[in-house]
C-alpha cells in the first residue's frame, strides 16, 4: 500500500511573507496558493458541469473559503491609525481628491472657478481622474486630473475609498462565480412577483411559480452568468478560426 493511500484528505495552504526579506520597501507581493489533497472540488483547475455546482463546491468548503477570502483582505498590517491610504500619508503623492470637497477647475473660457467634488473615476490607461464637479450656479462639469505613479499606485490598492468614501468601482469580472455573486447582491432582494416577471417568457415557467423566492433567484442568476458568457465563448471560437 503507497503512503498516498494512508492519508487522509486535506487541505493545504502554501503562503510566503515577503515583507520579513524586503524591510526597507513595500513593493513586494505576497502569495496564497489553497489545494485540497484528495478533494477533487477542491484544487486548483478544478471544474464544475454547471454554476450549481460551482457553488454547492463554495458551500461545502465555505469555511476554507471565507479563510482564503480573509488573507487577501487583510493581508497588510495597518501602517496608520486613522485608516488613511499609506501614500498620501508618508509619501510624496499630492491630497487625493475627496468627493464632497471644493477645488479650482477650468470652464469653457480657460478660467477657474471653484467647484465641489460630488463623483469621480480613474482611468488608468490615462493615468487620469475624472470628476464631476458642481458649480456655483448649479451647472454640474467633468474635469479631469493627471496622476504620478504614487496615485495610481494608491488607487489600485483602495480603489474602493480612493475618493474619501466609500464608492464601489467598477471592475471587469471574468470568473463565473464572482459574475453569479455580483448579480446575486441585486436580485437576491428582488421580489418572488417580480423575479417571475422577469421569467415569464421561460419555458418551465409554470413549474417556476412553485419554487420559493431564493431558489428564483438563484435560477435568474444562474440564467444571467450563462447568458454573459455565451457571447465571449463565441467571440474565443471565431478567434480560433483561420480565415
Keep these: 500500500m503507497t503512503v498516498s493511500r494512508l492519508l487522509q484528505p ?30 477533487p472540488d477542491f484544487r486548483l483547475g478544478a471544474s464544475f458541469a454547471s454554476i450549481r455546482d460551482a457553488l454547492a463546491a463554495r458551500e461545502k468548503h465555505q469555511e476554507m473559503f471565507q479563510l482564503m477570502t480573509s488573507v487577501r483582505r487583510h493581508y497588510e498590517i495597518p501602517s496608520t491609525f486613522d485608516g488613511t491610504i499609506p501614500e498620501f500619508a508618508f509619501g510624496e503623492a499630492v491630497p487625493r481628491l475627496q468627493i464632497g470637497h471644493r477645488y479650482s477647475v477650468p470652464v469653457a473660457d480657460g478660467t477657474e472657478v471653484p467647484g465641489v467634488l460630488t463623483d469621480a473615476t480613474v482611468l488608468e490607461s490615462e493615468a487620469a481622474a475624472y470628476g464631476v464637479y458642481k458649480l456655483a450656479d448649479g451647472q454640474s462639469i467633468i474635469a479631469s486630473s493627471p496622476m504620478i505613479p504614487e496615485e495610481l499606485a494608491a488607487y489600485r490598492r483602495h480603489p474602493d475609498t ?24 441585486t436580485y437576491q432582494h428582488s421580489s418572488k412577483e417580480k423575479l417571475l416577471e422577469f421569467m415569464s417568457s ?42
Design 10 to 39: 486535506n487541505y493545504v495552504f502554501l503562503t510566503n511573507h515577503p515583507y520579513q526579506y524586503t524591510l526597507e520597501s513595500t513593493h513586494y507581493r505576497q502569495s496564497l496558493v489553497a489545494e485540497g489533497f484528495k478533494i
Design 162 to 185: 480612493f475618493f474619501g468614501v466609500h464608492k464601489n468601482q467598477t471592475k471587469r469580472i471574468d470568473d463565473p462565480l464572482e459574475l453569479f455573486d455580483s448579480a446575486f447582491k
Design 202 to 243: 421561460w419555458p418551465d415557467i409554470d413549474r417556476l411559480k412553485q419554487l420559493e423566492q431564493k431558489e428564483l433567484a438563484i435560477r435568474y442568476c444562474e440564467n444571467l452568468v450563462y447568458a454573459m458568457a455565451a457571447p465571449k465563448a463565441k467571440r474565443e471560437q471565431a478567434g480560433q478560426m483561420k480565415p
